[in-house]
């Protein structure tokens, strides 16, 4: 009788072994190769920095060039006991508050909207970022004199059609005029933001709801929303860090007045019109104090949303 034997099983060849010398050498070459990079935005960002907090420590108006020396934190005194940076912290809270929170409410609007599929979709998504892709001075002239101008300006005009009188917009509602201008260019940017998370979405799990007999509007507020969460925190947290620095449009619309004159903009006045660049200094950095509280609580909410979003997983 003929026993058969079958042959052993073939044994997974052995996955070499990397040294602890040569995870090092591994580890040394990546930072290495980060040193650049991390070199130039040291030079770029942090020195211009400190050597702003340098001015921020003098006494120096460019009237008196000869009288310039060191003075401690008079100028941090004279600033924070200034009403004016009070009442234009007040104004920047105001204009990016409300900024934010219409360009993120349209940018989901618009998102929604563009991510189903309809003739000339890619056209429409195209025409509906051209906004953010403006520039902010050339977007205020066109804003101040083609549509807000109270003699020839196109709202006026639209006005005059349904019988209301002309409305002067710079000079009546000039913090209407800046956060509609805000809120006009910066909802591309949180539309584009919206949109990738909802194209993102797991489109089984709306099927299964869909099958399931959930209506439209419970399939958002109990799916959609809740996967879009870490999404709109994304956009708020950008889009506050970049309104909290506008500048242009202030400038060339209103020039400060109505409630407009922000932290940027109180700093080129103390810069450019009252040449104090000791103070104007120290309006800056309180600036970038304020950029950092406001971006340390906003990223501060998003990492609580990626934990959770990680546990639940």
């Excluded at 060191?70 to 005194?77: H, L, R, W």
């Excluded at 009546?172 to 260019?185: G, H, N």
């Excluded at 940017?189 to 099927?207: H, S, T």
């Excluded at 109180?266 to 000791?278: H, K, N, W």
């Amino acid at each position: 009788m003929t026993t058969l034997v079958s042959p052993p099983a073939a044994r997974p060849a052995p996955q070499p072994v990397r040294s602890t010398g040569g995870r090092r050498r591994q580890l040394a070459v990546s930072r290495a190769l980060l040193w650049p990079a991390l070199a130039t935005s040291i030079v770029l960002t942090q020195i211009p920095f400190v050597v702003t907090i340098y001015y921020s420590l003098q006494r120096w108006n460019m009237l008196r060039p000869g009288d310039r020396g060191f003075t401690g934190f008079d100028n941090y005194a004279r600033v924070l006991s200034n009403g004016s940076f009070l009442s234009s912290l007040g104004s920047t809270v105001a204009v990016t508050g409300t900024s934010v929170v219409l360009s993120t409410l349209l940018g989901l609007l618009f998102a929604v909207l563009l991510d189903r599929k309809f003739v000339g979709r890619g056209v429409a998504r195209t025409l509906m970022i051209t906004p953010f892709l403006v520039m902010p001075a050339a977007a205020a002239l066109v804003w101040k004199w083609s549509i807000l101008d109270a003699a020839t300006g196109m709202a006026n005009w639209g006005l005059s059609l349904v019988g209301l009188p002309p409305v002067a917009w710079n000079t009546e509602v000039p913090i209407v005029t800046i956060i509609f201008v805000l809120t006009w260019q910066y909802t591309p940017f949180a539309m584009l933001i919206l949109l990738a998370g909802l194209q993102a979405q797991n489109k089984d799990v709306l099927e299964a709801a869909a099958v399931d007999g959930a209506g439209v509007f419970r399939t958002f507020t109990a799916i959609t929303l809740p996967h879009l969460r870490q999404y709109v925190e994304i956009a708020v947290l950008l889009a506050s860090i970049m309104l909290l620095q506008v500048f242009d449009p202030i400038a060339i619309m209103t020039r400060g007045t109505g409630g407009t004159k922000t932290l940027s903009y109180l700093l080129y006045e103390r810069a450019f019109v009252g040449l104090e660049v000791g103070e104007a200094a120290a309006y800056g950095v309180m600036t970038v104090l304020v950029t950092i509280l406001v971006a340390s609580v906003a990223l501060r909410t998003l990492f609580k949303v990626f934990s959770k979003e990680g546990i639940d997983r």
